[in-house]
């Protein structure tokens, strides 16, 4: 094994400990990043990187709709959008076993659909939700499993951060991203609903049925969710039917959501500016994470070891599609132990190269090689697959960062209850995966539709 290749992998091993050890993952691959930058080609060069880095990377003007999306998200924890998306949800679902449980779920997506952050989905719906839950005497294991993992629904659901950073990461378009996206949603939004009817038909005690409501109520909720839906409506519509790109798309966003707000009387000052404190530190956080990765990109592909992993792939002899499913099970692995974004961002660097080299190359595909699809369809079709893995990191112990938030909530269920009621719907997300790994026209159709 040459020294470069000895010192990357004693780089990786070096960031797992710092990883591990509970360092901001951000200052651990700035530091292991820049750190085998100066070994190799001195501090000098590593100086005049850090120089020029910063500004290169966060000056990007598809990253200015991060902060945007940020800010509505939080602007929409803070409206009261969950509680009329939920009372909205409980009316029309309400009178079936189990209609509370997927009545969350589906206010969880339609949060999510504005907010964008899965951990304030599941923090947020939790607040409306769990109290209806407990008095309708839900098991503890059914209504804090189900807000688990009705959170994650907001990771996928456009508009999606992550989805955003993975975007800019592999320099796919944005907007396509987002079209990919859409059914994958709305295929976990209908799995996660027949998980819970199927949980309450074997086990009936767990989810009793509320009862419906009369005419008026029913009127009443269902009117006051259609601004929220009419605000999705024309963020994405708008997004979609190319009037105006994801920045300005998302201050239309953050503008409506901040108009509801002040309407409905649920967005006071301290609202606003807590609001705005959030945005600052989640989009600093990310950025910071951005420059990280992008010192240990400079780092790695100096070792050569992202060509190493390609070439090893390639020289294996294994089906593409064994590979992948290697690669998505480490995915699955790694978000036992990290964040979603930092998941993103560390793992793109190894991953992508391996699959365009699995794939026939960057610019041209061998006839019936690969995977049978262009570099364009293997970026849109390949980050679905990852943000759904990493989804599954959000309610995967020990981390399980939905989890713990659900957890700290509802103090009087056990955590291994709760990752007991996680577990059907960790099946349902399994059974997605192999669904969109068995059918990719469930990503490209929509991308391909609009494109044409």
């Known amino acids: 094994m040459s020294d470069p290749m000895a010192l990357g992998l004693a780089g990786l091993a070096v960031l797992v400990a710092l990883i591990a050890l509970r360092m901001p993952i951000a200052y651990a691959m700035i530091l292991v990043g820049g750190g085998g930058i100066a070994v190799i080609n001195g501090p000098a060069l590593l100086l005049n990187q850090l120089k020029t880095l910063p500004y290169g990377q966060f000056s990007i003007y598809d990253l200015s709709v991060v902060p945007m999306f940020v800010l509505m998200g939080a602007l929409a924890a803070r409206a009261g959008m969950s509680a009329a998306l939920f009372r909205a949800g409980n009316a029309w679902l309400g009178w079936m076993r189990g209609g509370t449980a997927m009545a969350a779920i589906a206010a969880c997506a339609g949060f999510g659909a504005v907010c964008g952050s899965s951990l304030a989905t599941a923090s947020t719906m939790g607040k409306v939700a769990l109290p209806e839950l407990r008095r309708q005497r839900y098991s503890g294991a059914l209504a804090t499993g189900t807000l688990a993992a009705g959170g994650v629904l907001g990771i996928l659901i456009p508009p999606s951060v992550v989805l955003i950073v993975y975007a800019i990461l592999v320099e796919a378009n944005v907007v396509t991203m987002f079209m990919a996206a859409l059914v994958p949603g709305v295929l976990a939004v209908l799995l996660f609903l027949l998980t819970v009817a199927l949980y309450v038909a074997l086990r009936p005690g767990a989810g009793p049925a509320a009862g419906g409501v009369d005419r008026a109520e029913f009127r009443a909720a269902t009117l006051g969710a259609l601004p929220v839906l009419g605000i999705f409506a024309v963020v994405l519509g708008g997004i979609y039917a190319g009037l105006y790109n994801p920045t300005p798309g998302a201050a239309v966003g953050v503008a409506l959501v901040w108009l509801y707000g002040i309407l409905r009387r649920g967005l006071g000052l301290r609202g606003m500016r807590d609001a705005a ?112 893995v990493v989804e599954l990191g959000l309610i995967t112990p020990p981390v399980g960062m939905n989890v713990f938030v659900i957890s700290a909530m509802a103090k009087d269920t056990p955590m291994i209850d709760t990752f007991k009621g996680v577990a059907p719907f960790f099946g349902a997300e399994l059974l997605r995966v192999a669904l969109i790994l068995a059918f990719p026209a469930l990503t490209l159709w929509l991308p391909r539709l609009m494109g044409g």
């Open 277 to 388: 404190l959030e945005t600052a530190t989640t989009t600093g956080m990310i950025y910071l994470i951005l420059l990280g990765a992008e010192l240990m990109s400079i780092f790695l592909a100096r070792v050569g070891l992202p060509q190493a992993a390609a070439g090893w792939a390639v020289a294996s002899g294994l089906d593409p599609m064994t590979v992948l499913v290697l690669l998505l099970l480490a995915l699955i692995l790694l978000g036992c132990l990290m964040d979603s974004l930092s998941m993103i961002l560390l793992v793109i660097t190894f991953f992508w190269p391996v699959l365009v080299d699995l794939n026939g190359g960057l610019y041209q595909m061998a006839e019936g090689a690969g995977f049978g699809m262009s570099t364009e369809d293997l970026k849109i079709w390949f980050g679905i697959l990852a943000l759904i």
